[in-house]
């Protein structure tokens, strides 16, 4: 092993940022390690707010991470770029060239060595091939493709304004992302309705929301109870919750069930399934399940090569799969930044990672929410409107942000949020 030894960490999400400040402050600082951090984008978001983002319903200029300005503060290196190949033999990978936005090429293709590899790009929504989706579909798996909905969303409205017409939004897939940017988009219009009373004379057009849902009800993560005062709240804001409906097709005006129902949307979102990218197929021939997702033992590492971990959405536990969740990918990221030092410096084997279930919470905006803890118990709900499960909700985001910034740091940035939200409106308007 070489003298000082090189973890790189590739995806920046919620467990590559993690891991990487955390062992920037364990072997980084004290020089006994180089800790290389490499995401195919500049920043980091909290991506369980991106359907937040795609409303309008949170700006997202103060909720992004500058991985520059993390790794100069935590003591790791950081490099953009995409990771395109992993040579396991010579314990190398391959950054794709880097483009500007007008396509001139920043930066050559670049290799990077490592001792050991922590992967860590995350996943997208699978449209299992369906055919028209591609191509008529949006999607909001990162903040670009939330963002440009966003962009979407407030031109279908102006043009709805205009014209006193209605607007038909379909979103494919009733679990937490689908069922959440619902209601996240009727919160947004009730914020824009007395804006639009002065601003345009009007108030805001019709919003018909579908949420088209393959399986029996919404939530299936969830207990039934749960998924039934979801549906309930979501058809009391004029949600049409439509499940046992599977898509067979989308096009340029809507989607085509099963069935042979046509679905009239303006705007199309495709939000089921769960994939790794498809990159994880060039990481030096990795075993892979039928979604990309990579093979690791218990441990993380993955099932042919010990020098490479992976965690989060984009790996697969074989012998106990577990769900594609923020609260799994945080606590993957915090065992092996409590194991890799002793890995790498003595040769210990890194143990089996226990999974501790905390139980999952779901915000339907400012209307409801819910937390279902182990053993079956429910918090929200009721005459409280879920404001347990809410705070629970945002609490979770705001210790995020308390792990990679410090308490100090955290806790400005959560003031600085909340001037922020008494000088701009409350949803975005430009
Ligand atoms: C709208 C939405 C709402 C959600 N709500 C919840 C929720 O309420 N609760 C919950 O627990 N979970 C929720 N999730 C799921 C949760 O966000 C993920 O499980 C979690 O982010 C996974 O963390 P990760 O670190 O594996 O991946 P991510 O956080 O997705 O990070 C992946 C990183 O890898 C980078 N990357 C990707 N490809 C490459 C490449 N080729 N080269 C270099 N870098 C690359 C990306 O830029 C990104 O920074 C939600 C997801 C969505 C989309």
Known sequence: MASKSEILIVGGGVAGLALATRLGKSLGRHGKARITLVDKSFSHVWKPMLHCFAAGTVLNENDRISFISQASSHHFEFWPGEVV???????????????????????????????????????????????GVKENCLFIDNLIEANAFNEKFRMEILKSFANSSQLDIAIVGGGATGTQLAAELHKSLEIVDPVS??????KPPKLRVTLLQSGPRILPAFPESVSVAAQQELERLGVNVCTSSRVASADATGFTLKDGTHVNATLRVWAAGVKAPDVTKAYGGLSLNKSGQILVKPNLSSVDDDRIFAMGDCSFITDEPLPATAQ??????????????????????????????????????????????????????????????????????????????????????????????IIRPPVRLD
């Open 85 to 131: 190949s992993v040579d396991r033999d010579k314990r190398e990978v391959v950054l794709s060239p880097l483009h500007a936005s007008d396509g001139t090429k920043v930066l050559e293709s670049r290799t990077l060595t490592y001792d050991a590899i922590v992967l860590a790009v995350g996943s997208c929504a699978n449209d299992f091939g369906t055919p």
């Open 197 to 202: 009373l002065h601003a345009f004379g009007k």
């Open 328 to 421: 799994v990918a945080r606590q993957q990221a915090h065992h092996l930044a409590q194991h890799l030092p002793a890995w790498l410096e003595h040769g210990k084997n890194v143990p089996s990672c226990i999974f501790h279930n905390k139980g999952a919470i779901v915000a339907l905006g400012n209307y409801n929410g819910w937390a279902a803890l182990p053993g079956g118990t429910v918090l929200g709900g009721g005459i409280m409107h879920g404001l347990s499960a809410r705070l629970g909700h945002i609490m979770l985001y705001r210790k995020h942000q308390i792990e990679l910034f410090g308490y100090y740091r955290g806790l400005a940035s959560i003031l600085a949020d909340w001037i922020e939200g």
